[in-house]
């Protein structure tokens, strides 16, 4: 006969005081594992590839530069060229100032999953027939979320760095670190859009469709924003307008702290919405 | 006899045109098997749901183990193993994998009784769920509803899916979680397997609770079967006219009809005759329940 541990009044379960949570995260991170490989290892070969990439153009880049002069310069401002020559504007340009497009939708799709998904899938009444509480359910599967963004963040920081002491771009760890790391609060905004919009619509189509076209709004806003006068004003409104080029700048900390506190905020208000 | 579970009007309404549960009062006893019966619409699942705190209640109130379902869903959901009607998980996730989480989550480190009831039942534990047939998949949902020997098991159709040797075995737990004094509130559409485990049943039909009795009562208060064989041809009109008796068919010196009630004066009016058999059959729990849902829809027309 088996012996139960743990075992309370009235033959009641329960695990230790945020053990439910911890358990949830620690699931919840092993399951997205394959995902983060799959994610890591095509962002991070892109970005090796525009690494080595670079070592060809490195040669030619006053000519290329020249050449870049004949087109407009709110083109350029609105992709962030300035000096092709120097590898952390080229890998800003080609790789990390677009990252965050792609990367977004392993948080939007993770945390879209998360309620509507399980809804759909009808596989959350088991989940929560375990003594869950229902904001633990959403707040960790941001955390768990969270993790599993920063783990592709250093996947790909690993490729591109590796990538360049191995082919002698000029590159510091310092720089790829900061490039990473930016992206992670950005595109986990996006994620709790989605998780604000699973709890509230309880459709998953509906919780991708709405970060999605906040998404490409944003960027389409920010973009045409440097180039063109009249749409200048509403740069603010982007959060790539606060985004900006950390493999160049470093990290703007003041932006990384408030975006992560409205992504922290929407989830908080995705447990009150679930509650 | 304490509670374990108590509702006193609990309704839960879906806006205007679904229909939920209405004043629903219910008190299922400790160490009881109750079977909670009616077809798909009625209200089962939107009963179980609103009582482990997946929906809130729109009115009413209720209570599992004294503990309010507005409030204290968790500490409810620690005493309850619960199989929706619906089991569905992850696709990628194994048996094993999904038995360890759910132990996790509720604190519990021996897995020798999940890995006994999963070997009694057969389930498949080792391969991941898109590769496992709808019965293997609900013996996963039983294992993991019961591995913790919850004192209140909340079944949705426990034996959708399962061969009989397999319902044949969970009978047999079920009987097992009586003897230990644990509690039991199970739906199901098979009414032969309700009669055979349950202590009580509670019949719900469009939202409302329409009977709650022992099942031998619910059986006793209904109607019999009666076959009379007789030694000479009768006046079947006679009986016909008998204020309990329906369906009367045959002539001569055989005849069969459904009686509701009046058994003395039938009896009476059989004893006139020279009666050479009699066959006083008690109807199955099937016959019985489905005489609640001819009734509505006779009220309904």
């Excluded at chain 2, 503990?67 to 959901?77: F, G, P, W």
């Excluded at chain 2, 009809?257 to 099937?286: C, I, Q």
Aim: charged share 25%; hydrophobic share 45%; with cysteine.
């Amino acid at each position: 006969m088996s012996v139960v541990l743990n075992r309370g009044e009235k033959g009641r379960h329960t695990a230790r005081p945020g053990g439910t949570l911890f358990a949830l995260v620690s699931h919840t991170v092993r399951m997205q594992l394959r995902g983060v490989i799959i994610w890591g290892a095509a962002l991070g070969l892109y970005s090796a590839g525009m690494v080595a990439s670079f070592t060809a153009i490195e040669g030619s880049a006053d000519q290329l530069n020249q050449l870049m002069e004949a087109y407009p310069k709110g083109m350029l401002e609105a992709f962030g060229v300035t000096d092709l020559g120097d590898p952390a504007n080229y890998l800003h340009s080609q790789v990390f100032g677009l990252a965050p497009l792609a990367l977004s939708f392993f948080p939007i799709l993770a945390l879209a999953n998360a309620i509507a998904g399980a809804e759909e899938r009808g596989t959350i009444d088991v989940l929560l027939g375990n003594p869950l509480p229902r904001w633990q359910l959403v707040a960790g599967n941001f955390i768990a979320v969270s993790i599993s963004l920063l783990e592709i963040c250093a996947v790909v920081g690993l490729l591109t760095w590796g990538t360049a002491v191995l082919t002698g771009v000029e590159l510091s760890p310092r720089e790829v670190a900061d490039a990473v790391l930016n992206l992670w609060p950005t595109c986990i905004m996006f994620g709790a859009v989605a998780l604000l919009c699973s709890a509230l619509f309880h459709r998953r189509g509906l919780a991708i469709a709405v970060p999605a076209f906040l998404l490409f709004g944003m960027y389409l806003i920010d973009t045409i924003g440097r180039a063109s006068n009249d749409l200048e004003d509403w740069r603010p409104v982007s959060v790539f307008y606060y985004y900006g080029s950390a493999i160049e700048n470093g990290i703007d900390w003041t932006h990384f702290g408030s975006i992560t506190l409205i992504a922290l905020g929407l989830s908080f208000l995705a447990a009150l919405v679930f509650r | 006899m304490s509670l374990a579970i108590q509702t006193e009007k609990l309704t839960k309404t879906y806006g205007r045109k679904a229909r939920g549960i209405e004043d629903v009062d219910l008190a299922v006893e400790e160490g009881e098997v109750f079977g909670f019966l009616g077809p798909n619409g009625a209200g089962k699942t939107t009963t179980v749901r609103t009582l482990l705190g997946f929906l809130r209640p729109t009115g009413g109130r209720g209570e599992v183990f004294g503990l309010d379902i507005r409030r204290d869903s968790v500490e409810i959901r620690a005493r309850v193993g619960n199989l929706p009607g619906e089991f569905a998980l992850e696709d990628k996730m194994t048996g094993e994998g999904l038995l360890a989480y759910f132990a996790r989550l509720r604190g519990v480190k021996d897995l020798g009784y999940a890995r006994e009831l999963s070997e009694r039942l057969g389930a498949e534990l080792h391969r991941p769920m898109r590769r496992l047939s709808r019965g293997n998949k609900q013996k996963i949902g039983l294992v993991q509803a019961m591995f913790h020997r919850p004192p209140l098991l909340m079944l949705d159709e426990p034996t959708g899916g399962l061969d009989p040797l397999v319902q044949e075995e969970f009978l047999d737990i079920i009987e097992e979680v009586r003897a230990e004094g644990r509690t039991v509130f199970f739906s199901s559409h098979n009414l032969a397997e309700v009669e055979r485990v349950c202590d009580r049943v509670g019949i719900i039909r469009g939202g409302r609770l329409a009977a709650v009795e022992t099942t031998e009562t619910l059986i006793d208060k209904s109607f019999r079967h009666v076959v009379l064989t007789f030694a000479e041809d009768v006046d079947k009109e006679q009986f016909e006219a008998l204020s309990g008796v329906r369906d009367l068919e045959g002539d001569g010196k055989r005849i069969s009809f459904t009686l509701d009630d009046g058994l003395d004066e039938m009896v009476k009016l059989a004893a006139g005759h020279t009666l050479v058999n009699m066959e006083y059959e008690r109807p199955s729990l099937e016959e019985v329940f489905l005489t609640y849902y001819e009734r509505e829809n006779g009220e309904g027309r």
